[in-house]
């Protein structure tokens, strides 16, 4: 039954490490999570831009924006309505509302992927027909994950660009963030879904960013020589399809990895397993999407602070790149090894 219109909160744990550094207690603010219970409203004679963006009347549906300050700011004037100008049509089916404006983000998109789980549980799918964005279609991920859970590009309409759909009976599903049985229910369907005999890098993978411009490791030569020491190996998720990706974290009980989307695949773990991320973050910066993320699947989540490497393009903790104290990273590998989780 779907919940009532209320607040869900959950308490995350502080990580496992933190005894052994004085500079967690930043962490103290972050670690209560408070998130509106997803609701189903269904709309009539609506439209719905290349955005995803739900307007009617030259008004805009303020749900369907992803931030209050997205949604101002296209209150302000009328450039919005003549970005999307061009009608699409709709057919007499039901359709149904799951994107928004952060749809191609890997990580926002498992928020979005919940959406499919509570359609599933309320037996809305039958019948009707999903709107994306025309652009979803160059994202590999998303037609890969969404065929995982039953999805088949038959089952979607895409909006053009620049177009908005008109629509007569539209399903919108209004929700932001992660809810604790959604997030559960998907990370099991996608576990079902993916064939782990098709690649396996065992139980121990270090994420590297090495193929990207921000937050990759700086000194990661060094860093490998001691991860190598504990049987450790490096996985570029770029290199492998989204199924892929999700079979070698099935398998993973200890993953390593720096800030970065690449963790968002921690959703195929097992119950139980450890993640241990490294980044600058912290104090006002911190981004607690990971350490949120990792409690409600029950996995044991470690942290590392680390510097800004010197060869950062942008010097603050969302951009720059990290310089790993690979002493401390012996540390917090020994404490997650040795640690008995059962």
Known sequence: MLKSKATTNFKAKFPLNHQISDDF??????????????????LKNINVSNNCVIFKNFKINANSCITSEI????????????????????????????????????????EILQKIILLKDQNILQNSLIILPSKAQKFKFILESLKMLGINRNDIIF????????????????????????INKLRDQLRQAVQCNQINFGERIYISRAKQKLRF?????????????????????????YAEQLAICAQAKYLIAPHGAGIT??????????????SSKENNEFDRSYIIMANMLGLNYYYQKCRFGKNSLIFDSHHASLDVDCDMLEKNI???LEKNYD
């Not at 695949?265 to 450890?274: E, F, L, P, Q, R």
């Open 334 to 336: 020994k404490i997650m």
């Open 217 to 241: 490791v700086e000194n990661e030569q060094q860093m490998l020589n001691i991860l190598e020491k504990y049987n450790f190996k490096k996985v570029i998720m770029e290199d492998h399809s």
């Open 25 to 42: 207690s930043f962490m103290e603010k972050y670690l209560n999570y408070q998130c509106l219970n997803p609701q189903i409203e269904y």
């Open 159 to 182: 909006i053009r660009k620049k177009s908005h759909l008109r629509v007569s009976n539209l399903i919108f599903i209004d929700h932001h963030g992660f809810d604790y049985d959604l």
């Open 71 to 110: 949604y101002q700011n296209y209150c302000r004037n009328y450039k919005f309505f003549f970005k999307y100008i061009f009608p699409q049509f709709s057919t007499s089916k039901n359709i149904i509302h799951i994107a928004n404006e952060y749809y191609s983000n890997y990580f926002h998109w498992h």
């Open 265 to 278: 695949n921690i959703i195929a773990m097992k119950k139980n397993s450890a993640i241990l991320e490294l």
